[in-house]
């Protein structure tokens, strides 16, 4: 039997030394966090299993089912809540791959939402986002994975202030070109009316 990702993860944070925050018994923050706040190296991350195939019969998307993972909408919005330092780590247990989304990549990727809905005590719906692995940046072990991460990390100044292309190329996705080229006597217009 497959150890589970959480314990994959503690077991890999002791074994190679790394200071680590568990918070995996919480409902309101990210599974882990690791690294050095001081130095706006910490970093937070929500880990998720793909354990089945998804009966796509049930879920209205054009992601091809090896592609596709399934995350709630609640738990994409609380990776926000921890940016720009933050992601999701996902687990493909039929492929024995990995993926890491930066919290960058999970909202600028193209994906499909919609409500399952629930029947527990009360009737209810639950949003869910179906996603695709390809979007993500895949990896054959947590050693890449955390490369991955630092790596992030590394290019976050330029993901946020200086890249002025549309960010990441994503599966199921065609950035065309639009609006008028640019020119010199815009920007001057611009800093005019608005300064």
Not at 73 to 78: E, F, G, I, S
Not at 155 to 182: H, M, Q, T, W
Request: glycine content about 6%; some cysteine.
């Amino acid at each position: 039997m497959l150890q589970s990702f959480e314990q994959e993860l503690k077991q890999y944070f002791k074994q190679h030394q790394i200071v680590f925050d568990d918070n995996s018994g919480s409902f309101k923050r990210l599974d882990f966090g690791f690294g050095d706040s001081k130095s706006k190296r910490y970093f937070s991350f929500d880990v998720k299993e793909k354990r089945q195939r998804y009966a796509t019969r049930n879920w209205p998307t054009e992601i091809p089912e090896e592609h596709l993972f399934i995350i709630d909408d609640l738990a994409a919005r609380k990776i926000l809540a921890y940016a720009p330092n933050s992601g999701l780590v996902v687990r493909d247990n039929i492929r024995r791959k990995y993926f890491f989304f930066s919290v960058v990549d999970l909202y600028l990727m193209p994906k499909q939402r919609v409500n399952r809905e629930i029947r527990k005590n009360v009737r209810s719906v639950k949003g869910k986002w179906m996603t695709d692995l390809r979007n993500g940046h895949a990896y054959d072990s947590l050693a890449e994975v955390f490369s991955g991460i630092e790596a992030y990390l590394d290019s976050r100044e330029d993901i946020f202030l200086n890249i002025l292309e549309c960010y990441g190329e994503y599966a199921g996705e065609e950035v065309p070109k639009g609006g008028i080229v640019r020119r010199p006597e815009h920007w001057t217009v611009d800093v005019e009316e608005t300064r």
